[in-house]
C-alpha cells in the first residue's frame, strides 16, 4: 500500500510503498476514501521540517534542552544516534480520514468488513491507502453518509469540545477568535443551537466566507472600533463566552478575549496560544473564567481509552472523544450542518507534495484541503516490502521484531556489518513507516508486518524489542520454530508466563540460545570492577535515580508495561547476581508508599547463594541533577565505585584504580556481539538461562514481598 511520509530532517515528503499496517486486537482496517489536510497543524510540521537545523532548533527550545541534558550524560556518540534517529525517521502525516473496513481485529464489537467509517488519531487515520485505527477511535457511519465530509472527523470532534466546554445556551453570545477550519466549524455548531455569533480573523478571506457560512457577525482583527462594534452587538454587555481557536505565539487573543467578554464570563482556549494575559484591566476586575479545551475530548492520551478499547460510563462521562465524534457525524449527515465550503481544494492522493507546497508557501488561498484516493483500483495488500539485496545465507538469519527508540539507538547500530556470517533478513513492526527505514538504514532485506515472515525456516535468530505485555508471546513462538531469542528485557510479565517459557525452553533441549537484554554487565567497566574486586562474598550497593514518570504512562500500566519493578529494576537485579557470581535466594523490599500504588521508589534487598547480600535503590522521588546509576562493591579489603558506566575507582592496597570514559557506555555494544558470537561458536548464552530464570523470580518476589511485608525465599 502507498502512505505519505515525511522526514524531519531533510523536510523531503513522498509517497512510498509500505507493508499494510497490522490489525492488532481492539484494531481494524480501514480502507481510506478520503483523508483531511489540517493546514493549521500538519502546515507548522512541514514547515519545521523544511527549515535548516538551527531553524528546527528555534521552534523547539525545549528538544534542544532534552538534546544538551542527553549530551552531558550518555556523551556525544549516543546523542547522535537519538538526534538522526529523530531527524531520519519516516513521519506519517494525517489524523482525520474516513473509508471503509477492510478487515477487523479480535476483541472488536460493532463494526464489520464493509462499513464505512471515520476515523481519528495522529499515528492511525493517516494520509494512507490503507490505516490501522482502534475502535474507540472509529466512528460507524450511515451506509447513505458522504465520505468526504465525514473526513473532517477529528476537526470536528475538537471543535464540538471546545463547544462543550463553552457550555452556552440559547439566545447567548459567542467570539471565535481564528476562523479556521476549527473556528468556522465551532461557528457552524454554535449558531445551529441558537447561540449569536461573532467571527474574528486577521485572514479577511476567512472573516468573508464566516460572514456568509457560519456566523451573525465578521469583523477583521484591524477593523476600526472593533470592540465598540462587539458591545454594540451585545447590548453593552460584552460576549457571554469568547472561544479561541487560533494559533499564534502572540498573546493578543488571550487579550483581546479579555476586553470582549462580559463580566464574569468565559474564555475558552481551543487553539494553540499562548496564556499569559495581562491581569489588568479586564482579567482582574472582570472575574474571567479561563478553561482549556483537550483535544477530541475526554479519552484522548487514555491508554486505557484509545488503545485497549475501554469506554467511559455514559451516565458520568457524556461526551467522550468518540461520542463527540458520533455527534459530529449525526450534525453533518443531518444538514444540520452545511460544511461543504469548508473544502476550498481537492487533491488526488498521489499529488499530495503539491498541497503541502500549497501550504507551506501560501499560494493560494485555501482552507479545507481533502484527498481523494482512487479506490476503483484493486490496492495491493502486501505484507512484506523488498527493501535490500537478497544476501547469501549464513550460520544467523536475523529478524528484528519492534524497532523503537531503544533498539535503533543501541542494538540495531552494534549489529556486525558485513559479517559473512550475519545477514539481516527483516524487519518487522506495526508502523509500515519504522519498519521500511530500520530496513533501509541498518541493511536488511525486507520490511514486513506478517508474523509469518519472522517465525519460519529462513529466519533462526529472533530480536524482540517491543512493548512488554508482548515479550512472552514472541518468546514462546521463537522457541516454537526453535529461533534463538535476544528479548529485551524484562522476558515477561508474570509468574505464569514464566512458567509457560520454561517449559518452551527445556523443550529445545539446549538446541537454542535464550537471552535477555540485561547490558550492564557487559559495561567495560563493569567488567573491569568484577575482574578487580577480591572474590569470595561480597556487599553490594546499587543506587538508581530513575526519576518520575507520569501514571499515566504505558511503562507504569502494569499490564501493557509491568510497572517500572518488573520493567526496570530487573536490569540492577541481574548486575547484582552477576558481579557476585551465584543466584538470589530471598527478597525483602519496601517501597515509598504512594497514593497511586506506583512502587517506584523502593529499597530491594537480596540475599544470594555465596553469602553475598546487595541492596538496589530504585528512586524515583530525586533530582534530574544527579547522575542517574551509582554501584558500591566491598570484598575482603577492597571497595569498588562506579559512577554511571562513565569513572570508576578500585580501593585495596596501595594506590587506588582509577578509569573515566569520554561516552557512557552501558554494554550494549558488548552484549550484541556476545550473543551472536555465543550462536556462532556454539557455545553457551553470556547470560545464562538460570540466570534469567532466577533474576525473572526474584523481581516478581518484589512485588510480592511489598504486599506482604516479608522476606519472600526463591
Known amino acids: 500500500m502507498q502512505q505519505l511520509t515525511q522526514k524531519l530532517g531533510s523536510g523531503d515528503m513522498v509517497i512510498q510503498e509500505l507493508p499494510v499496517p497490522q490489525v492488532g486486537s481492539g484494531m481494524l482496517l480501514v480502507q481510506n476514501h478520503y483523508s483531511l489536510i489540517s493546514a493549521?497543524?500538519?502546515?507548522?510540521?512541514?514547515?519545521?521540517?523544511?527549515?535548516?537545523?538551527?531553524?528546527?532548533?528555534?521552534?523547539?527550545?525545549?528538544?534542544?534542552?532534552?538534546?544538551?541534558?542527553?549530551?552531558?550524560?550518555?556523551?556525544?556518540?549516543?546523542t547522535y544516534r537519538a538526534v538522526m534517529k529523530k531527524l531520519d525517521a519516516y513521519s506519517p502525516l494525517g489524523y482525520s480520514s474516513a473509508g471503509v473496513v477492510v478487515a477487523v481485529g479480535d476483541g472488536v464489537s460493532g463494526f464489520t468488513v464493509g462499513d464505512k467509517v471515520a476515523c481519528a488519531g495522529a499515528g492511525y487515520a493517516n494520509h494512507a491507502e490503507l490505516v490501522s485505527v482502534p475502535q474507540n477511535l472509529c466512528v460507524k457511519l450511515k451506509p447513505e453518509a458522504d465520505l468526504k465530509k465525514a473526513s473532517y472527523n477529528t476537526l470536528g470532534a475538537i471543535a464540538l469540545q471546545g463547544v462543550h466546554q463553552a457550555d452556552m445556551?440559547?439566545?447567548?453570545?459567542?467570539?471565535?477568535?481564528?476562523?479556521?477550519?476549527?473556528?468556522?466549524?465551532?461557528?457552524?455548531?454554535?449558531?445551529?443551537?441558537?447561540?449569536?455569533?461573532?467571527?474574528?480573523?486577521?485572514?479577511?478571506?476567512?472573516?468573508?466566507?464566516?460572514?456568509?457560512?457560519?456566523?451573525?457577525?465578521?469583523?477583521?482583527?484591524?477593523?476600526?472600533?472593533?470592540?465598540?462594534?462587539?458591545?454594540?452587538?451585545?447590548?453593552?454587555?460584552?460576549?457571554?463566552?469568547?472561544?479561541?481557536?487560533?494559533?499564534?505565539?502572540?498573546?493578543?487573543?488571550?487579550?483581546?478575549?479579555?476586553?470582549?467578554?462580559?463580566?464574569?464570563?468565559?474564555?475558552?482556549?481551543?487553539?494553540?496560544?499562548?496564556?499569559?494575559?495581562?491581569?489588568?484591566?479586564?482579567?482582574?476586575?472582570?472575574?474571567?473564567?479561563?478553561?482549556?479545551?483537550?483535544?477530541?475530548?475526554?479519552?484522548?492520551?487514555?491508554?486505557?481509552?484509545?488503545?485497549?478499547?475501554?469506554?467511559?460510563?455514559?451516565?458520568?462521562?457524556?461526551?467522550?472523544?468518540?461520542?463527540?465524534?458520533?455527534a459530529f457525524q449525526e450534525l453533518v449527515f443531518s444538514n444540520k450542518i452545511d460544511i461543504a465550503y469548508l473544502t476550498s481544494h481537492e487533491f488526488a492522493f498521489e499529488d499530495t507534495p503539491k498541497a503541502y507546497d500549497m501550504v507551506a508557501d501560501k499560494t493560494e488561498p485555501?482552507?479545507?484541503?481533502?484527498?481523494?484516493?482512487?479506490?476503483?483500483?484493486?490496492?495491493?495488500?502486501?505484507?512484506?516490502?523488498?527493501?535490500?539485496?537478497?544476501?547469501?545465507?549464513?550460520?544467523?538469519?536475523?529478524?528484528?521484531?519492534?524497532?523503537?527508540?531503544?533498539?535503533?539507538?543501541?542494538?540495531?547500530?552494534?549489529?556486525?556489518?558485513?559479517?559473512?556470517?550475519?545477514v539481516n533478513k527483516t524487519v518487522l513492526t506495526q508502523s509500515g513507516t519504522t519498519s521500511k527505514r530500520v530496513a533501509?538504514?541498518?541493511?536488511?532485506?525486507?520490511?514486513?508486518?506478517?508474523?509469518?515472515?519472522?517465525?519460519?525456516?529462513?529466519?533462526?535468530?529472533?530480536?524482540?524489542?517491543?512493548?512488554?505485555?508482548?515479550?512472552?508471546?514472541?518468546?514462546?513462538?521463537a522457541l516454537e520454530h526453535k529461533q534463538h531469542v535476544f528479548v529485551e528485557k524484562p522476558l515477561c510479565l508474570n509468574p505464569e508466563e514464566l512458567e509457560q517459557i520454561d517449559m518452551a525452553y527445556k523443550a529445545t533441549k539446549g538446541e537454542t540460545h535464550l537471552?535477555?537484554?540485561?547490558?550492564?554487565?557487559?559495561?567495560?567497566?563493569?567488567?573491569?570492577?568484577?575482574?578487580?574486586?577480591?572474590?569470595?562474598?561480597?556487599?553490594?550497593?546499587?543506587?538508581?535515580?530513575?526519576?518520575?514518570?507520569?501514571?499515566?504512562?504505558?511503562?507504569?500500566?502494569?499490564?501493557?508495561?509491568?510497572?517500572r519493578i518488573i520493567g526496570e529494576a530487573c536490569h540492577f537485579i541481574d548486575y547484582l547476581t552477576w558481579l557476585n557470581g551465584s543466584l538470589p535466594v530471598g527478597v525483602y523490599a519496601a517501597a515509598l508508599p504512594d497514593p497511586k500504588g506506583l512502587n517506584d521508589t523502593i529499597n530491594i534487598t537480596l540475599e544470594f547463594e555465596n553469602g553475598s547480600t546487595?541492596?538496589?535503590?530504585?528512586?524515583?522521588?530525586?533530582?534530574?541533577?544527579?547522575?542517574?546509576?551509582?554501584?558500591?562493591?566491598?570484598?575482603?579489603?577492597?571497595?569498588?565505585?562506579?559512577?554511571d558506566f562513565k569513572e570508576l575507582k578500585i580501593y585495596g592496597k596501595g594506590k587506588p584504580f582509577k578509569k573515566k570514559l569520554w561516552n557512557q557506555d552501558k554494554g550494549q555494544a558488548g552484549m550484541v556481539k556476545s550473543f551472536l558470537d555465543a550462536i556462532i561458536e556454539a557455545k553457551e548464552t553470556p547470560v545464562t538461562?538460570?540466570?534469567?530464570?532466577?533474576?525473572?523470580?526474584?523481581t516478581f518476589a518484589v512485588l510480592e514481598s511489598i504486599k506482604q511485608k516479608q522476606r519472600i525465599a526463591l
Not at 63 to 75: A, E, I, S, T
Not at 237 to 256: K, L, R, W
Not at 452 to 457: D, G, Q, R, S
Not at 467 to 473: E, G, I, K, V
Open 169 to 326: 445556551r440559547l439566545g447567548e453570545s459567542c467570539a471565535i477568535i481564528g476562523l479556521g477550519l476549527l473556528g468556522q466549524l465551532a461557528a457552524l455548531m454554535l449558531k445551529a443551537s441558537g447561540v449569536r455569533v461573532i467571527g474574528i480573523d486577521i485572514d479577511s478571506h476567512a472573516v468573508a466566507l464566516a460572514e456568509k457560512q457560519a456566523v451573525d457577525l465578521a469583523l477583521t482583527r484591524n477593523t476600526p472600533g472593533i470592540e465598540q462594534k462587539i458591545e454594540a452587538f451585545t447590548g453593552g454587555h460584552g460576549v457571554d463566552v469568547v472561544i479561541i481557536a487560533a494559533a499564534t505565539h502572540s498573546t493578543d487573543p488571550v487579550n483581546f478575549a479579555g476586553a470582549i467578554a462580559r463580566k464574569k464570563g468565559k474564555v475558552v482556549v481551543l487553539g494553540a496560544v499562548p496564556t499569559g494575559f495581562d491581569r489588568d484591566p479586564f482579567w482582574y476586575r472582570k472575574e474571567l473564567e479561563l478553561k482549556m479545551a483537550c483535544s477530541y475530548g475526554p479519552g484522548r492520551y487514555d491508554l486505557n481509552y484509545e488503545e485497549k478499547g475501554l469506554d467511559y460510563p455514559y451516565a458520568y462521562v457524556r461526551w467522550t472523544e468518540k461520542r463527540n465524534m458520533e
Open 366 to 422: 485555501f482552507l479545507g484541503i481533502v484527498l481523494k484516493y482512487d479506490v476503483s483500483k484493486e490496492t495491493e495488500l502486501k505484507n512484506t516490502i523488498p527493501v535490500g539485496i537478497t544476501k547469501k545465507s549464513g550460520k544467523i538469519e536475523l529478524a528484528f521484531v519492534g524497532a523503537g527508540s531503544y533498539a535503533q539507538g543501541n542494538l540495531l547500530p552494534n549489529l556486525p556489518k558485513n559479517h559473512t556470517s550475519v
Open 614 to 643: 546487595g541492596v538496589v535503590a530504585y528512586y524515583a522521588n530525586g533530582s534530574k541533577e544527579l547522575p542517574k546509576e551509582y554501584i558500591e562493591v566491598f570484598s575482603s579489603g577492597t571497595s569498588g565505585i562506579l559512577s
Open 689 to 698: 538461562y538460570a540466570e534469567i530464570h532466577a533474576v525473572t523470580r526474584a
Open 440 to 477: 533501509e538504514k541498518f541493511g536488511f532485506e525486507s520490511c514486513t508486518s506478517d508474523e509469518n515472515k519472522v517465525f519460519n525456516h529462513e529466519v533462526n535468530t529472533v530480536f524482540i524489542t517491543t512493548r512488554h505485555d508482548s515479550h512472552a508471546a514472541y518468546v514462546l513462538k
Open 40 to 78: 493549521g497543524t500538519e502546515g507548522s510540521t512541514v514547515q519545521a521540517a523544511r527549515k535548516s537545523l538551527l531553524g528546527k532548533a528555534k521552534e523547539r527550545p525545549q528538544q534542544v534542552k532534552q538534546v544538551l541534558d542527553v549530551l552531558k550524560k550518555q556523551g556525544p556518540v549516543q
Open 515 to 563: 537471552m535477555v537484554g540485561f547490558n550492564r554487565r557487559f559495561s567495560p567497566l563493569s567488567v573491569q570492577l568484577k575482574k578487580k574486586i577480591a572474590r569470595g562474598p561480597m556487599t553490594m550497593l546499587y543506587r538508581i535515580n530513575a526519576g518520575a514518570i507520569p501514571s499515566d504512562s504505558w511503562i507504569q500500566d502494569l499490564e501493557t508495561g509491568g510497572g
